[in-house]
């Protein structure tokens, strides 16, 4: 295979649709390898447990910036390609808190972009908050939509491969012109890889049933984060979370956390249960699932570079951390440009 995409997570996913899309490739050359793939659960394949939205978690660092635009500009055409919302993504308003101030060259970059942004006024605020945005925003069901990505890539000719490769040599054929590493926190234990800047970053989050909340509010602490996220044609699903553990690979969820959870994000969003139609005590919520995934964070921002193995390029592109579906077009844009540079 002329194009092999290792890791099926969504990096992996936009970096295949951008190489059908920006360089006009023919489907068939194309191949994602990856041990886990849409449709599977497990907390070694972090994006089916994302919260998936688009919000301010990112870094404030011109690259990411720069990926954030790119993703956010590009998301609706990519919703209209996949076959409209039902394919687990559309429009939301969000609503975004900080306890200290974020840096000035986030919120001008922000302007440039974000449709219908408000700086909101000191009134506005959450106690014990110094800053807020809200703006219209895109929320993703990600279990859903990284399978319409799955399907639609098919449709266009690219083969899944379900392998685990013990080495990034093996993606390597006679007739391979460039590998995409897109393996997350894979690559930290994939031999010819290894990088030691990954960490697991673990979040743990509660799905409940919630018809009477239409829009995502997030509170971002120094090492915290709570988010209410509402998840798009999921029959009304709401997405409550959640952690920022660094270097915790738990897969098991824990029921201190989850009460955690309840009491932060219905302390931001009191209507969570005071417009709860079936009532007003916790215990009125229907709490559908408990889940942890692992963020794939990179000490130092992503890996985004080409090197040379056997006289073919390897092109890391891993790394988003919490991110991945807000940034990882962007990502993947900047990933391919070295495949263009190189006319390949």
């Given at each position: 295979m002329e194009y092999v995409i290792v890791g099926s997570g969504i990096v992996g996913l936009y970096t295949a649709y951008h190489l059908l899309d920006k360089c006009d490739r023919n489907g068939k050359s194309i191949v994602v390898v990856a041990e886990y793939l849409p449709g599977d659960e497990s907390v070694n394949f972090t994006s089916p447990y994302a919260g998936g939205n688009f919000s301010c978690i990112s870094g404030s660092d011109k690259e990411t910036l720069e990926y954030d635009k790119f993703t956010y500009i590009n998301l609706l055409k990519i919703r209209e390609t996949l076959g409209g919302p039902s394919c687990g993504l559309d429009y939301c308003y969000s609503t975004e808190y900080w306890d200290e101030i974020p840096p000035k060259e986030k919120i001008d970059n922000l302007l440039t972009y974000l449709e219908d942004m408000k700086i909101?006024?000191?009134e506005e605020l959450v106690r014990g908050t110094k800053y807020g945005i809200r703006f219209k925003s895109f929320s993703f069901n990600c279990p859903v939509f990284i399978q319409s990505m799955k399907r639609y890539l098919e449709e266009r000719g690219v083969q899944f491969k379900r392998q685990k490769l013990d080495h990034i040599n093996q993606a390597f054929c006679t007739d391979t012109k460039a590998v995409f590493n897109c393996t997350g926190l894979g690559s930290f234990k994939l031999c010819g890889v290894n990088d030691s800047k990954m960490h697991p970053v673990r979040g743990q989050v509660l799905v409940v049933k919630a018809p009477h909340i239409t829009e995502n509010t997030m509170r971002w602490g120094k090492d915290y984060a709570t988010y209410i996220i509402k998840r798009p044609y999921s029959n009304d699903q709401l997405v409550l979370g959640g952690f920022l553990q660094k270097d915790s690979w738990a897969s098991e969820t824990y029921s201190e956390?989850?009460?955690?959870?309840?009491?932060?994000?219905?302390?931001?969003?009191?209507?969570?249960?005071?417009?709860?139609?079936?009532?007003?005590?916790?215990?009125?919520?229907?709490v559908m699932r408990s889940a942890a995934g692992l963020r794939p964070f990179r000490e130092g921002g992503t890996r985004i570079e080409k090197q040379i193995v056997n006289g073919k390029p390897l092109i890391h592109n891993y790394g988003a951390a919490g991110y991945g579906y807000q940034a990882g077009f962007g990502m993947a844009a900047r990933a391919i440009s070295f495949l263009q540079e190189a006319k390949l």
């Open positions: 909101l006024g000191a956390q989850n009460d955690d959870i309840l009491r932060r994000t219905t302390e931001l969003v009191p209507e969570i249960l005071t417009k709860n139609p079936t009532g007003h005590k916790l215990e009125n919520l229907e």
